[in-house]
């Protein structure tokens, strides 16, 4: 905008900010993880650790480990553009993507308390999510580019095994039974949207909850049921839906109300929460704007 009294241009520029927070349903406690733009947290199966992103700057990200009330900071991997995936099913390792540009994306394993870096021959196209199979064998990974469908994810071994094609048309993966024979997926887009498992001895899908739109499917530490969110204007609510040997049983029960809202989705999942519900972290995405003077000598 130019300087009505003729002395130079305005100009506008914006930076994005924001917390990460964890949310004690029991206490009603809030706690600021990260005080700098962070978000895809992704907590532990136990419930005591979380690794999530900082955006230090335009082109580089970082990936930070801590307690889930901020304590114990542990900085892993190479800085870059660096995407959170999921723990393995002990908890002692985790595996996150970097991604540089005109580059295949890399997947890598590490130690949950940081050390060497395994990276894995992905070779294909961008990737949405990795996870741990049951017995940590191998991995599942979601990236529908080289499958040319909405909703593919594939096998590896985290020896480095070649990628195969596990399944096509039934979503994104997005975790896997205790026992490791299903995966549950979200397909959500076009007139298919709902939450479907795939069974990876019958190598079938088959919906679940038609309708159902959410980001993040998680399995109860029973393996008999599983939790979903789906956010409202002024609140998200938890939903739990008991799935006994593979079968949706009757209609999901509300098993927590969170008393404000947050996205689903900012620069990646913007939450997560423990599978024991004793802890909620969500993202808090906010900027600021500074006003320039631009003139001429």
Not at 133 to 141: C, G, L, P, Q
Not at 218 to 242: C, H, M, Q, W
Not at 261 to 268: D, I, M
Not at 271 to 287: E, H, I, K, N, Q
Request: glycine share 10%; charged share 20%; net charge neutral.
């Amino acid at each position: 905008m130019p300087d009505p009294s003729g002395k130079g241009m305005y100009i506008v520029n914006g930076k994005p900010s924001g917390y990460l927070t964890a949310y004690n349903p029991k206490s009603k406690q809030f706690k600021d993880i990260a005080s700098e733009n962070a978000t895809q947290p992704a907590i532990s199966h136990d419930g005591k650790r979380v690794m999530y992103i900082t955006a230090p700057s335009r082109d580089r990200t970082e990936l930070w480990v801590s307690r889930t009330d901020g304590i114990d900071k542990i900085k892993i991997g190479p800085s870059g553009i660096l995407i959170t995936n999921t723990w393995s099913s002990d908890d002692s390792r985790l595996s996150f993507v970097s991604e540089e540009v005109g580059k295949p994306p890399k997947i890598y394993v590490t130690s949950s308390k940081g050390g060497s870096l395994h990276a894995l021959p992905w070779d294909g196209g961008a990737i949405q999510n990795v996870m741990w199979s049951a017995d940590e064998r191998f991995i599942y990974i979601n990236s529908d580019d080289r499958a040319g469908q909405d909703g593919a994810f594939w096998q590896e071994s985290v020896d480095g095994s070649p990628p195969e094609k596990v399944a096509s048309g039934c979503g994104w993966a997005f975790d896997v039974s205790p026992k490791g024979n299903f995966i549950l997926s979200l397909i959500s887009a076009c007139d298919k949207v709902g939450i479907c498992e795939y069974s990876l001895v019958d190598r079938k899908c088959t919906p679940l909850l038609p309708g159902v739109l959410t980001f993040g499917l998680l399995f109860d530490p029973s393996g008999k049921s599983f939790l979903y969110a789906v956010p409202g204007r002024r609140d998200v609510t938890i939903y739990r839906e008991n799935w006994p040997d593979g079968k949706a049983i009757g209609k999901p029960q509300i098993v927590l109300k969170l008393p404000f809202a947050f996205p689903l989705v900012s620069g990646g999942n913007a939450y997560d929460f423990s599978r024991d519900l004793s802890t909620v972290v969500y993202a808090r995405p906010s900027g600021h704007a500074d006003l320039y003077l631009l003139s001429q000598k």
